[in-house]
């Protein structure tokens, strides 16, 4: 009896403590970016922000090369973002249930050679003006591993297999930036880290949106 009580306080311990580090992973995210940012069409949610366009070209013919160009353009953007960290931060977010109800879309994920470390935190919230649950899933991820849900993120709307369509962030607290590769469209780069995102501005003048490059001339200039 003696042993089963404390294992069963050991186990209410350990519960306790890991809804305290997801709690602690999510608000941090959300308090540094603001939850806004793990939203959609996150930049018109956010200041001295960018929007890069990825794809080019829009025949069906096309589609390797539209893809090719997304995923050029996207590693490229994020390996000079990141360049100087071993890890990121990543949030999956997606409707739905359950995570069961998600399941043929885990297993893209996991034919993608990405398996989501153990160590993970969730989120699950009620959207009253889409009547759905939004669930949120946070985890590290080695560097090296990146470019692989980059792939499968863009590849999704141009039916490219294995792909995914959650949304996908990728973030660094301390760096301050945060990235969503929303489909091989584009990309947006929101953060408090202006000193980056204003070299991005100039680095990668040339892939941004024309359609929201006014914008971006308002808050960082013309070059």
């Known amino acids: ?15 306790v403590r890991r809804a305290l580090e997801s709690s602690g992973m999510i608000d941090q995210a959300f308090d540094k970016f603001g939850k806004q940012s793990f939203q959609h069409a996150i930049f018109y949610s956010n ?16 589609y ?12 490229q953007i994020i390996d000079t973002i990141f360049e100087n960290k071993e890890e990121v931060s990543i949030c999956l977010a997606f409707p739905g249930d359950s995570y069961l109800s998600n ?6 994920i996991k034919q993608l050679q990405i398996d989501i470390p153990k160590v993970n935190f969730k989120l699950k919230e009620w959207v009253e003006d889409d009547e759905w649950n939004r669930n949120y899933l946070f985890f590290k ?16 709307e141009l039916g490219i297999k294995p792909s995914f369509w ?4 990728i973030y660094d607290i301390d760096l301050g930036v945060l990235v969503n590769p929303y489909d091989d ?3 947006d ?4 880290n202006e000193f980056m995102i204003k070299r991005l501005y100039k680095q990668y003048h040339s892939w941004l949106l024309n359609y929201d490059i006014s914008i971006m001339r308002e808050w960082f200039g013309a070059l």
């Open 1 to 15: 009896m003696v042993l089963a009580n404390n294992a069963k306080s050991h186990a209410n311990t350990l519960r």
């Open 47 to 62: 200041q001295k922000c960018l929007r890069f366009e990825l794809s080019e070209g829009r025949e069906e013919d096309s």
């Open 64 to 75: 390797v090369h539209m893809f090719t160009s997304a995923l050029h353009k996207s590693t």
């Open 103 to 108: 399941f043929s879309v885990f297993n893209q």
């Open 141 to 156: 991820l080695d560097k090296l591993e990146l470019h692989k849900l980059i792939f499968g993120k863009l590849g999704a």
């Open 166 to 169: 959650f949304d996908l962030y």
């Open 185 to 187: 469209r584009g990309m």
């Open 189 to 192: 780069v929101v953060g408090t």
